[in-house]
Nanobody, 121 residues
Framework: QVQLVESGGGLVQPGGSLRLSCAASGFTLDYYAIGWFRQAPGKEREGVSCISSSDGSTYYADSVKGRFIISRNNPKNTVYLHMNSLKPEDTAVYYC??????????????WGRGTQVTVSS
């Protein structure tokens, strides 16, 4: 019943943009921090961004800061990741996850199944 579903991935050229969506069902996102993670083949999963449930504070990995923007639309129970100026090294499966407080080390309660982002010319 509790579910997070990512969408919006696809193939894009370097320098292009995509908007990923993370839609929740079975629970309300208002009370959760939502993080975006990504994992490329042969690489460790890495945190990309997170948005707090309390004050809306946002956090970004150094590799995406200035290019990606995380936002939340609580009435729609959806969190977005706007990705701009995409680079080939951004290619990965992107996952959203719900937790109590933003952080890379703390556990996340719910995970989506991921959406593929491929940046290639």
């Amino acid at each position: 019943q509790v579910q997070l579903v990512e969408s919006g991935g696809g193939l894009v050229q370097p320098g292009g943009s995509l908007r990923l969506s993370c839609a929740a069902s079975g629970f309300t996102l208002d009370y959760y921090a939502i993080g975006w993670f990504r994992q490329a083949p042969g690489k460790e999963r890495e945190g990309v961004s997170c948005i707090s449930s309390s004050d809306g504070s946002t956090y970004y990995a150094d590799s995406v800061k200035g290019r990606f923007i995380i936002s939340r639309n609580n009435p729609k129970n959806t969190v977005y990741l706007h990705m701009n100026s995409l680079k080939p090294e951004d290619t990965a499966v992107y996952y959203c996850a719900a937790t109590s407080i933003c952080g890379w080390a703390n556990p996340y309660d719910y995970w989506g199944r991921g959406t593929q982002v491929t940046v290639s010319s």
